[in-house]
């Protein structure tokens, strides 16, 4: 009898083990030009896309090849991985320098993988540049102060930023090296300034943008705030302190920018996005908008308690967008800090979630809303008013105004139409064959109003505020 119990053990645990598999990926070729001194580190879903994570970095193995093993998973378990030397700068490439599709593992299907590798990112194979013209690098060495070390900034320039006076709101975005350029992106750039330049070609406003490279090796440390006991991290404090104190003073002096809170936004994806939600809290009377996109809450419970402990300020608009195929906990984990931001006395109407079916923790899926998020977070200015070049200006007062509003002469009392159009665009009031020479705007909400007379081409605009 206990000679069956025991066979009947044997066979359950047997059973058990069997249900779960472990795989070796072995490195046979690398290109040539591999610098000798440089690790090989496996980057994945399984690791948050990080890319040079230390438990994921490969050895040598008796044979002088590079190799890792991963821990165990059930069998049918299916990820999604590349290669790197470190940052998203050095992952795989193609033959050509062309981008490559993730490699894909089932569990359970073999025990071991055998790679081969032909060409690195910064191997220059990758063709000409994406960027578009109006996209330029400040320096390839901007000093940070805070953390002792450089880095690279982009900066995209509207349209018509060197033909007018104008000043911009301005967006800072983390992972520079994916925003704007294919060539210097880890799969797939955001495709920044072909979007924005588009939005601007259908007469919509944009921004300025600062990109800001991470740092390869020390993404992890500058995105976090905290550390994690596995990933290690903890100097996104000083990271942001870089941000606020020294690269916003110097973009705000050498560029025509529109330095207050209202028009200054901040955003990111993965841990940019934990450290795009950190900072816009820390820093309210800086940031009034925040892009969180596939935002690694995951990485730190201290998150909860830190926006918990901040609370609410100031108005802002968070827009946070996921998809359904990246971590088991992402979604679940977004609409928690939806939550969160509610219990702090932020409006609903202020938060905007996205949660993409089948989208997948890529730049594809951040690419393909980041106009979306653009025009909702900066709504206010995207659809301003813009100057009319017909346009003269029209005097009235009392300027801050109560309830009426009066014009200077009887000149208002000859046009067709009069609109009364709030900061957003939107016509808010129509006065048509107007025979006095003041407007009713009692019924308006409190804010910045524009007046606009027409009478076929000429057009007369003046602005108000209404107390």
Known sequence: MQRSIKLLVILMLSACFSAFAQVTFTVKSLPAYTPPQDSIF???????????????????NLQDKWEISLAAEANGTVIKYKFTRGSW????????????????????????????????????????????????????????????????????????????????????????????????????????????????????????????????????GEYTPWQNPQYGGGDGEKYMQFIVETLKPYID????????????GIMGSS???????????????????????????????????????????????????????????????MQQMNDSLLRNGFAQDDIFNKIVNGGQHNEKLWREAFGEAYL?????????????DKATQIDCFPNPVDDV????????????????????GRQVKIFSKHTENKLDVHDLKTGTYFVRCILGDIVREGKFIKR
């Open 42 to 60: 496996i980057a994945g879903d399984f690791t948050g896309w990080e890319p040079g994570l230390p438990a994921f970095k490969l050895h040598k």
């Open 89 to 220: 700068e050095t992952v795989e490439k193609g033959a050509g320098g062309e981008e490559i599709t993730d490699r894909t593992y089932t569990f359970g299907s073999t025990d071991s993988v055998d790679v081969n590798i032909a060409n690195w990112a910064d191997a220059g194979g990758g063709g000409n540049s994406t960027a578009a013209a109006n996209v330029n690098i400040i320096s390839t060495n901007f000093y940070m102060p805070q953390l002792n070390r450089t880095r690279r900034i982009w900066v995209y320039y509207p349209p018509d930023y060197e033909t007018s006076t104008k000043r911009y709101p301005v967006l800072y975005m983390h992972d520079g090296q994916n925003l704007f350029d294919a060539t210097t992106s880890f799969s797939g750039e955001w495709e920044v300034d072909e979007t924005l330049n588009t939005l601007a070609g259908q007469g919509k406003h944009v921004p300025l943008v600062v990109g800001i490279d991470n740092g390869g090796g020390d993404r992890i």
């Open 253 to 264: 002096a050498n560029y025509r920018t529109l330095p207050d809170r209202e028009n200054t």
């Open 271 to 333: 841990l940019g996005g934990l450290i795009s939600h950190y900072g816009s809290l820390k820093y309210q009377d800086i940031f009034s908008k925040a892009g969180l996109f596939s935002p690694s809450y995951w990485y730190s419970d201290s998150i909860w308690q830190y926006t918990l402990d901040t609370g609410k300020h100031y108005n802002m608009r968070f827009y946070q967008l996921c998809g359904t195929n990246e971590s088991a906990s992402m979604v679940s984990e």
């Open 376 to 388: 909702w977070l900066f709504g206010s200015y995207v659809n301003s008013v813009k100057e009319n």
């Open 405 to 424: 509003l009066t014009f200077a002469g009887n000149e208002i009392m000859r046009f067709d139409t009069i609109l009364i159009i709030d900061m957003e």
